[in-house]
């Protein structure tokens, strides 16, 4: 069953064709929408206490798992301090394993990199492409 053209009756089509380009909604998404439902709704029938209680319980939930989501990570990437690693790596176009060991973790905004000593020098690689890990 094809879900992906969903259509809507009120003003609501904007936010139905920013979700279907993402499928997923950011922490700033869910904030947008939050405050649009608040600035458009009825001031004489203002929204059930209960259900913005209920949103605001969701956005605190989500903010607490993506912080335990950065904290797991980053507590990932130190362990691999001191520790043999294999990496997926691109160059030149054409797929690559890289082997080093773990000399040094950095946390960027894109997330947890590691800085492997290789054969040929130091590489700074996202924790995201390392494949195997040894002693």
């Given at each position: 069953m094809d879900t992906s053209a969903v259509g809507t009756t009120t003003g609501t089509t904007?936010?139905?064709?920013?979700?279907?380009?993402?499928?997923?909604?950011?922490q700033d998404d869910?904030?947008?929408?939050?405050?649009t439902q608040l600035s458009n709704q009825d001031p004489l029938s203002p929204q059930d206490d209960k259900?913005?209680?209920?949103?605001?319980?969701?956005?605190?939930s989500v903010e607490g798992i993506k912080n335990l989501d950065?904290?797991?990570?980053?507590?990932?990437?130190?362990?691999?301090?001191?520790r043999t690693v294999d990496a997926q790596v691109i160059e030149s176009g054409k797929s690559a394993t890289v082997t080093g060991t773990v000399k040094?973790?950095?946390?960027?905004?894109?997330?947890?990199?590691?800085?492997?000593?290789?054969?040929?020098?130091?590489?700074?690689?996202?924790?995201a492409e390392i494949t195997k890990v040894s002693d």
């Open positions: 904007n936010v139905s064709q920013a979700i279907s380009g993402n499928q997923t909604l950011s869910f904030l947008k929408l939050l405050v259900e913005f209680i209920a949103q605001m319980a969701q956005f605190s950065t904290s797991l990570n980053r507590g990932q990437a130190a362990a691999f301090l001191n040094a973790v950095t946390y960027q905004s894109d997330g947890a990199h590691l800085l492997l000593n290789t054969a040929n020098g130091d590489r700074d690689i996202p924790l």
